[in-house]
């Protein structure tokens, strides 16, 4: 399956080289289309074996949909909710299927919401999105088979933001656990980096679509994990969130993956015995049964 990036726009003056080095992974990464193109294919793969695997629509707009993995188990079931990345302007749901294979085996639902992308639509938009994605599945859980009370929502990149403000802005369902991989959870820095010519986020917006400066509940557990081999900027951005989680008495747990770059960390979140899986699904465990 070929993968393909729309191409950033020309920088401004305003473009800070700083955060442009720590945040604009296109120049750091050129390996990064065929880490997508080789999760792309194991997706697709993954689709068609499952036979029953299924479209849910959310919402009115074209990528308000859910691709659904129902578990082969009788009765209600845990629930994984994967949030893509892409800076909000690029990438899909279809790519990271894949990320279902473990938690399939282990008798968990999966599901990956798609959402509307940048510049057509701004950042307050794609977060309305998944949250309305998030509440559509629990108004819809006795017919999904899911146990409201056991769903882990995880997000990579941009979806860790996604994720973390869904869970920051609920009143209506309570997620047993949060995993951010590879987060931004800290909007200011990307003001200055031509990421931002495409987003089009100004001062108000990143400060109040931050999860860092949120409340957080404190009800879910928090799993804050990222590759050892990111840059300073994502490293903090884990580390800073994790500190913040934990200072509103939240239980946090910070994983820095040793090797792993921002893109390939996703493949120990398909590998049943990594530790970076094994981590996320112990939040479905009773607290005393987590895996540090």
């Given amino acids: 399956m070929a993968f393909s990036e729309s191409p950033s726009r020309v920088p401004s003056a305003s473009i800070d080289a700083n955060n442009e080095r720590e945040y604009n992974l296109r120049l750091r990464h050129p390996e990064r289309s065929a880490v997508y193109e080789r999760f792309a294919d194991a997706s697709a793969g993954l689709r068609g074996k499952e036979a029953s695997f299924v479209e849910l629509r959310y919402g009115p707009s074209p990528n308000s949909v859910i691709d659904f993995f129902p578990a082969h188990a009788s009765g209600s079931a845990p629930l994984f909710v994967f949030i893509h990345g892409g800076y909000w302007r690029a990438l899909n749901r279809r790519i990271f299927s894949f990320l279902a294979r473990p938690w399939l085996d282990r008798g ?65 369902w309570l997620a047993a656990a949060f ?41 879910p557990r928090y ?23 934990r200072s509103q008495g939240c239980d946090a747990v910070l994983l820095e993956v040793p090797g792993r770059t921002h893109f390939d960390i996703l493949d120990d979140m398909a590998d049943g015995d990594a530790l970076l899986f094994r981590s996320a699904y112990s939040l479905l465990s009773p607290r005393t049964e987590r895996t540090p």
Wanted: negative net charge; glycine residues 8%.
């Fill in 223 to 245: 799993l804050c994990a990222v590759g050892g081999a990111e840059t300073n900027g994502f490293l903090r951005q884990s580390r800073d969130y994790d500190l913040a989680l």
């Fill in 108 to 172: 968990v639902h999966v599901a990956l919401p798609g959402y509307e992308l940048a510049p057509a639509v701004r950042v307050r938009d794609i977060a309305d999105q998944v949250r309305g994605a998030m509440q559509w599945l629990v108004r819809n859980a006795v017919n999904l088979r899911i146990d409201p009370g056991r769903i882990v929502v995880s997000g990579h990149s941009a979806g860790a933001q996604l994720g973390a403000l869904a869970l920051a802005d609920t009143t209506d």
């Fill in 179 to 219: 995993v951010g991989i590879s987060g931004v959870y800290e909007l200011e820095p990307v003001l200055s980096t031509t990421i931002n010519l495409d987003v089009r986020l100004d001062a108000v917006e990143a400060h109040e679509l931050s999860p860092r400066w949120r409340h957080a509940d404190a009800k």
